[in-house]
């Protein structure tokens, strides 16, 4: 069991599982990526190392014991990493993609949003522990980084960027306006002048498109209950496709409160890690579009069961991905093999970008929709060169013991 972080990429680990005939499966999560790193080693490794990789479900109930709580924090994404990889691993033993292993095909692609972050978003840990992730972006500019910033543009000239997207067959967007009013007073207030600052994107792109663009408003859980409600209520007349995490995920009835009084879909949550949460969430209508990352909310195990407890309540699912390529990779073959699935998150500055140097095959995005990849198990490897670089941080464990380099 190796772990890989690389000091260019520090919210990156990957977590390479290693079976005695030969075979290696690869998994990715982000935030956090040393604490992540140091699980895998002292917790995973102890339980997984000498055992059938292909007893998945038991491996997933083992881990979670570990783990504990309903949150995305260090454990939960180790686990997540680690179950990724063992998927992997049983796709490339069978000599099947992951699709197939999840019972098959329900659509040839899946439509994929564009949420308008740049090239360097999220790419470098932050200046202090307080600037917003949503401000996170590095100063290092990438070889594969090129053209215009979504982000800068979602702000300078929203209607151009939904044009352009439009021209690509991309039909839906997701932007962040109102963050920045949040960081001015945490959240618990925004003046009618604010108000308007942000909801001007909104405007900018229903005129420029009319209805051709969805508009997906993103809050990042940073308001209370009342602020939320008005910047929601202001959004009214825009239509948003959904409204992404307008609170904490910490109280169910306060969310609640917000999707009875709101006309637009409530949308949560990449910061959500386990079924039974969700399943709590589904039971307070909470929630109507279930939104979850697999390399956050327990792995591939864990995104099926959270599908399948939204179906039976005819709830559609996202799949979230603003993180890694692989985890990319792996919400493309679950939203064309869940049935309730009805579109995939990308990030074209990411996909075009960054994700290109770090792994051997992508999700081809055609005329705004995305298809798997179909090469065994989730179907992309990490680019050999990475395990040799010299920001490469590499630790191993074994049946005979650990290894750091």
Same mark, same amino acid.
């Given at each position: 069991?190796?772990?890989?972080?690389?000091?260019?990429?520090?919210?990156?680990?990957?977590?390479?599982?290693?079976?005695?005939?030969?075979?290696?499966?690869?998994?990715?999560?982000?935030?956090?990526?040393?604490?992540?790193?140091?699980?895998?080693?002292?917790?995973?490794?102890?339980?997984?190392?000498?055992?059938?990789?292909?007893?998945?479900?038991?491996?997933?109930?083992?881990?979670?014991?570990?783990?504990?709580?309903?949150?995305?924090?260090?454990?939960?994404?180790?686990?997540?990493?680690?179950?990724?990889?063992?998927?992997?691993?049983?796709?490339?033993?069978?000599?099947?993609?992951?699709?197939?292993?999840?019972?098959?095909?329900?659509?040839?692609?899946?439509?994929?949003?564009?949420?308008?972050?740049?090239?360097?978003?999220?790419?470098?840990?932050?200046?202090?522990?307080?600037?917003?992730?949503?401000?996170?972006?590095?100063?290092?500019?990438?070889?594969?980084?090129?053209?215009?910033?979504?982000?800068?543009?979602?702000?300078?000239?929203?209607?151009?960027?939904?044009?352009?997207?439009?021209?690509?067959?991309?039909?839906?967007?997701?932007?962040?306006?109102?963050?920045?009013?949040?960081?001015?007073?945490?959240?618990?207030?925004?003046?009618?002048?604010?108000?308007?600052?942000?909801?001007?994107?909104?405007?900018?792109?229903?005129?420029?498109?009319?209805? =051709?663009?969805?508009? %997906? @408003?993103? *809050?990042?859980?940073?308001?209370? !209950? /009342?602020? #939320?409600?008005?910047?929601?209520?202001?959004?009214?007349?825009?239509?948003?496709?959904?409204?992404?995490?307008?609170?904490?995920?910490?109280?169910?009835?306060?969310?609640?409160?917000?999707?009875?009084?709101?006309?637009?879909?409530?949308?949560?949550?990449?910061?959500?890690?386990?079924?039974?949460?969700?399943?709590?969430?589904?039971?307070?209508?909470?929630?109507?579009?279930?939104?979850?990352?697999?390399?956050?909310?327990?792995?591939?195990? =864990?995104?099926?069961? %959270? @599908?399948? *407890?939204?179906?039976?309540?005819? !709830? /559609?699912? #996202?799949?979230?991905?603003?993180?890694?390529?692989?985890?990319?990779?792996?919400?493309?073959?679950?939203?064309?093999?869940?049935?309730?699935?009805?579109?995939?998150?990308?990030?074209?500055?990411?996909?075009?970008?960054?994700?290109?140097?770090?792994?051997?095959?992508?999700?081809?995005?055609?005329?705004?929709?995305?298809?798997?990849?179909?090469?065994?198990?989730?179907?992309?490897?990490?680019?050999?060169?990475?395990?040799?670089?010299?920001?490469?941080?590499?630790?191993?464990?074994? *049946?005979?013991?650990?290894?750091?380099?």
């Amino acid at each position: 069991m190796t772990t890989l972080r690389l000091r260019d990429y520090p919210n990156l680990c990957y977590v390479a599982l290693a079976t005695d005939d030969g075979l290696t499966g690869l998994g990715e999560t982000f935030f956090g990526a040393r604490a992540v790193a140091a699980w895998v080693h002292e917790t995973a490794a102890s339980y997984l190392l000498g055992k059938d990789p292909r007893a998945i479900e038991r491996h997933s109930r083992a881990l979670e014991g570990f783990v504990g709580s309903a949150g995305t924090g260090t454990e939960n994404r180790g686990r997540s990493a680690v179950d990724i990889a063992l998927w992997d691993l049983l796709g490339r033993h069978t000599g099947l993609p992951l699709y197939q292993l999840l019972g098959g095909l329900a659509r040839e692609s899946v439509p994929v949003y564009n949420t308008c972050a740049g090239p360097t978003y999220v790419r470098e840990l932050p200046d202090s522990p307080d600037l917003p992730v949503s401000n996170w972006s590095s100063r290092r500019q990438s070889p594969t980084d090129a053209g215009r910033s979504d982000l800068e543009w979602s702000r300078s000239d929203p209607g151009s960027l939904a044009k352009d997207l439009l021209a690509e067959g991309i039909t839906a967007m997701k932007i962040w306006p109102f963050d920045e009013f949040a960081e001015r007073t945490g959240g618990q207030h925004i003046s009618v002048a604010d108000l308007e600052r942000g909801v001007e994107p909104f405007r900018q792109i229903r005129e420029t498109t009319a209805n =051709e663009v969805e508009i %997906i @408003a993103e *809050l990042h859980s940073k308001w209370n !209950l /009342p602020t #939320a409600l008005r910047i929601a209520r202001a959004l009214e007349p825009y239509q948003p496709m959904w409204i992404e995490d307008p609170l904490r995920m910490d109280s169910l009835e306060a969310l609640a409160r917000f999707c009875a009084e709101v006309t637009s879909p409530t949308a949560a949550s990449e910061t959500v890690g386990s079924a039974r949460m969700f399943k709590s969430m589904i039971e307070h209508a909470a929630v109507q579009v279930v939104l979850f990352d697999p390399a956050w909310a327990g792995g591939i195990s =864990e995104a099926l069961k %959270i @599908a399948a *407890l939204a179906d039976a309540q005819y !709830l /559609p699912v #996202a799949v979230h991905d603003c993180t890694g390529p692989v985890n990319f990779a792996v919400g493309v073959h679950l939203s064309c093999s869940l049935g309730n699935a009805f579109v995939q998150e990308g990030v074209r500055a990411f996909y075009r970008g960054w994700y290109r140097e770090l792994v051997t095959a992508l999700p081809r995005v055609e005329a705004g929709n995305v298809a798997p990849l179909r090469s065994p198990g989730i179907g992309c490897d990490l680019v050999e060169e990475l395990w040799h670089r010299e920001d490469a941080i590499v630790e191993t464990s074994s *049946l005979e013991g650990s290894a750091p380099r």
